[in-house]
Every structure is written in structure tokens, then in C-alpha cells.
């Protein structure tokens, strides 16, 4: 089945980098985009961004550039999510999930990865 | 790109009928029949319960139905039980090519 396997959980100090993978099975990975999504302790989805997983180009939603960086590995039908300079407000569960395009609906969506940022 | 209104929280007994409302603008719901639904349960990944405005997926219960008029979506729940207790999502397509989701609706079943 279709399935988005994600990293285990993170505690990572302030100024940290942390890397997120999210493992794609069941599908053709290259066929279809995948988006990540954070979501803050208590708070709602906040859409981040995607990726083509064609061409590797990724898309930021605007309050997610600079410090975040979306990239593949399609040997391993892999995509990655890495945060630089990490903040106290990155801490959130980071959500993986399958597009049929650009704008369509989210399914299946990854197990999820918490990332905590704390001294 | 604002997010999408829902209300913080609803409530229903078992066996009702309950309606979330989403309300956008020109830019994404109004203009796209984009509009994607999401159960998520407490510790769970989201799950997709409507696509397109009004497609259920495979799987989901026919208890779960989708509509639209102007810019305002609306997930209808009926013969209300006690697992669709869950906070409700919507999300859509945008002009400016992005997606955008709601602040979630609580779903109290009493």
C-alpha cells in the first residue's frame, strides 16, 4: 500500500541544524510531489512548501524560506526536510505528505516527526 | 496568504447531524473546487475524508459529505458517533499557486 515512513523524533539545541526524512513505498516516488507541513504544539496545519519529485525543485511558502531546505534522494525514493539555525518556534510535529499535484489533496501523509529545540 | 476561518469548536450528540463551515475568499475557495477535508485525531497524523469539494475517498465512511457555495466550504457529518470526535481541517489551491489551511474546528461529541 502507499505508504510515507518518517525519522524518528529530534531534541536539537538553538543554532542546530536538523535533518527530517520521509521514506515513500508503494507508488512510483518520481510521479508525484510531496508537501511537508508543520504543525506547532496545540496549533493547526501551517503548509510549508513541496517538492517535484521529478525535477527536484522545491517550492517555500513565504514564511518558510531561508532557513528551511527541501531536497530528495530518488535512489531511495527518499525526501528530505532540513532546518538551519534552529529556533525555539521550529519546535512542532513536521508532516510529510503525497500530492497529486501542486493543489490537490494530501494522502496518505506521514506518521509525523517531532522536532524539540531546547537548550 | 491568510488562513482559511473555521470555527474553534462544535459540538453534537450521537446520531445528529453536524456541519463545519470554512470561509475563504476569491483568491482560493471561491475561485477552485480545490477544497480538501482532514480528520485528525489527538497524537495522529491527518487523515483525508473529502477531495475536491465533495469526493470521499475510498474507505471513508458515506456518514462524511462535502459541499460549496461562493467562498464558503462545508463538511457535513451525519448520524453523529463517538470516534469522529477529532479536530476538522479544510484546505485549498490559491491563486498564487499555494495551499492554504484552515485554523481547525474541535468536534465535541457529548
Known amino acids: 500500500q502507499v505508504q510515507l515512513v518518517q525519522s524518528g523524533s529530534e531534541l536539537k539545541k538553538p543554532g542546530a541544524s536538523v535533518k527530517v526524512s520521509c521514506k515513500a513505498s508503494g507508488y512510483t516516488f518520481t510521479s508525484y510531489p510531496i508537501h511537508w507541513v508543520r504543525q506547532a504544539p496545540g496549533q493547526g496545519l501551517e503548509w510549508m512548501g513541496w517538492i517535484d519529485t521529478n525535477t527536484g525543485n522545491p517550492t517555500y511558502a513565504q514564511d518558510f524560506t531561508g532557513r528551511f531546505l527541501f531536497f530528495l534522494d530518488t535512489s531511495v525514493s527518499t525526501a528530505y526536510l532540513q532546518i538551519t539555525s534552529l529556533k525555539a518556534e521550529d519546535t512542532a510535529m513536521y508532516y510529510c505528505a503525497k500530492n497529486r499535484w501542486v493543489g490537490g489533496w494530501f494522502d496518505p501523509w506521514g506518521q509525523g516527526t517531532l522536532v524539540t529545540v531546547s537548550s | 496568504q491568510s488562513a482559511l476561518t473555521q470555527p474553534a469548536s462544535v459540538s453534537g450528540s450521537p446520531g445528529q447531524s453536524i456541519t463545519f463551515s470554512c470561509t475563504g475568499t476569491?483568491?482560493?475557495?471561491?475561485?477552485?473546487?480545490?477544497v480538501s477535508w482532514y480528520q485528525q485525531h489527538p497524537g495522529k497524523a491527518p487523515k483525508l475524508v473529502i477531495y475536491?469539494?465533495?469526493y470521499r475517498p475510498s474507505g471513508v465512511s458515506d456518514r462524511f459529505s462535502g459541499s460549496k457555495s461562493g467562498n464558503t466550504a462545508s463538511l457535513t457529518i451525519s448520524g453523529l458517533q463517538a470516534e469522529d470526535e477529532a479536530n476538522y481541517y479544510c484546505s485549498s489551491y490559491t491563486t498564487t499557486t499555494t495551499l492554504v489551511f484552515g485554523g481547525g474546528t474541535r468536534l465535541t461529541v457529548l
Open positions: 476569491t483568491s482560493d475557495i471561491g475561485t477552485y473546487n480545490y
Open positions: 475536491d469539494v465533495s
